[in-house]
């Protein structure tokens, strides 16, 4: 029986191209969005996929839309996590709000949407969760020469 694959992130950038994959595998696939629904129906119109929007760092907006998802196409085997953005900026820059919504989106959406499908998951026996990461998340931005020497020194 084909797998029931959810890809947050997934109408563009990589989420949607491991959606295409996914499909292409034989899942049945729906992805999520946060608030591109140009480029949702977009998506939808070429790949057949249903699209869902919800803000994946607002727990209940998680936990309704993962029930949402599973109407439509079956229980979650398959959750990928691929939301994310990027507010980058050097410590003496970063502003509290860019701080509060990297952490909302890309932490916290993760802890949201792994605990919305995890019950299921146990319950069934199965599941798998793929968490999409970046370097940037161990290494920071700056090259260490950067870091070790003064500027014209
Ligand atoms: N691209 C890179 O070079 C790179 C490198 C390292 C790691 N990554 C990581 O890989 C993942 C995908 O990156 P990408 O470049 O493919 O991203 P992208 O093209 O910018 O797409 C991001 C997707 O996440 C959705 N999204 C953003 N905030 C959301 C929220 N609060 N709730 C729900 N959905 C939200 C966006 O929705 P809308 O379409 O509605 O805006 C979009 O579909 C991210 O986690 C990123 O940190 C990317």
């Known amino acids: 029986m084909a797998r029931v694959a959810l890809v947050t992130g997934g109408i563009r950038g990589i989420g949607a ?3 295409r994959a ?3 595998a034989g899942c049945r696939v729906a992805v999520t969005f946060s608030g591109n629904a140009e480029a949702a129906q977009a998506f939808q119109a070429e790949t057949g996929i249903p699209p869902f929007q919800w803000d994946v760092g607002d727990f209940a907006a998680c936990i309704g839309g993962v029930r ?10 398959i959750l990928v ?11 003496h820059k970063m502003t509290r ?7 909302s989106t890309n932490l916290n959406g993760m802890f949201n949407m792994c605990r919305a499908v995890i019950e299921g998951m146990r319950s ?5 969760i793929i968490n999409i990461s970046s370097i940037n998340g161990q290494r920071g931005q700056f090259r260490p020469d950067e870091l070790c020497h ?4």
Do not use: C, H, M, T
């Not at 709000?97 to 952490?103: H, L, N, R």
């Not at 069934?124 to 798998?128: C, D, E, I, M, T």
């Open 68 to 77: 949402q998802v599973e109407a439509v196409i079956g229980p979650i085997d």
């Open 17 to 19: 191209a491991i959606a």
């Open 124 to 128: 069934r026996k199965f599941g798998r």
């Open 97 to 103: 709000e860019q701080w509060d919504a990297v952490i």
């Open 81 to 91: 996590n691929s939301a994310g953005i990027g507010r980058d900026s050097a410590l």
């Open 150 to 153: 003064r500027k014209g020194g």
């Open 22 to 24: 996914l499909q292409s």
